[in-house]
């Protein structure tokens, strides 16, 4: 079974802190990683994808990819309320035969104090 | 990246009957897919639908519960049959598309509400 796992949170930033949203995955031969944004009653937004090991930045979001750890994380600096949402890390495992699914964890709820 | 729409956006129905759920998507896309969301938790993918073929469905989902057409490139229809309670939940579906490989771009959803 093919898992990505995340901290439920939630997780709490004060108005402009960095807030850090991790997440590990259990395929080691995986190549794509997506973070999406899910705002309460609404459908998931996706953000950033990474595919190489390192950074990968976006305005205030900066992705980073460790394949050897099997471990993705998203950055949002000068956090604004208006980023208090659940954050969805997605990871495309093969599963099996060639056929390629897109694997949700369970999400972090982030809440952005003023 | 592609604009989807669904069909109902949401729904109240009875137990024992059936309920179909449309996409539309505003250009052609090979893949589509259907996914469920259960209160508080995350997604999980029910079928994946390429036009021309049999839909491909994952473990624990099977075709008479969640019938699945694709008639053509721009547009699917997911099925929830004999509708229990347990089935309550929000449809979504997806697109590949973008600027990378394998992204997948979410419509606005179905919230089914089964008494």
């Known amino acids: 079974q093919k898992e990505v796992e995340q901290n439920s949170g939630p997780l709490s930033v004060p108005e402009g802190a960095i807030a850090s949203l991790n997440c590990t995955y259990s395929?080691?031969?995986?190549?794509?990683f997506f973070w999406y944004r899910q705002y309460s009653g609404k459908s998931p937004e996706l953000i950033m994808f990474i595919y190489s090991n390192g950074d990968k930045e976006d305005g205030r979001f900066t992705a980073q990819l460790n394949k050897a750890s099997q471990y993705v994380s998203l950055l949002i600096r000068d956090s604004q309320p208006s980023d208090s949402a659940t954050y969805l890390c997605a990871v495309y495992f093969d599963s099996g035969g060639s056929n390629y699914k897109l694997t949700f964890g369970k999400g972090t709820l982030l809440t952005v104090n003023p | 990246s592609a604009v989807i729409s669904q069909k109902p956006s949401r729904d109240i129905c009875q137990r024992g009957t059936s309920l179909t759920i449309q996409c539309q998507v505003d250009s052609q896309v090979t893949m589509m897919f259907w996914y469920r969301q259960q209160p508080g938790q995350s997604l999980t993918l029910i079928a994946t639908?390429?036009?021309?073929?049999?839909?491909?469905?994952e473990s624990g989902f099977v075709i008479d519960k969640f019938p699945i057409s694709r008639p053509n490139l721009t547009f699917s229809t997911l099925t929830v049959s004999n509708m229990s309670p347990e089935d309550s939940s929000i449809y979504l579906c997806?697109?590949?598309?973008?600027?990378?490989?394998?992204?997948?771009?979410f419509g606005p959803g179905t919230r089914l509400t089964v008494t």
């Open positions: 997806s697109v590949e598309g973008g600027q990378g490989l394998y992204e997948q771009y």
């Open positions: 639908a390429n036009q021309g073929s049999e839909a491909t469905y």
């Open positions: 395929d080691r031969g995986s190549q794509s």
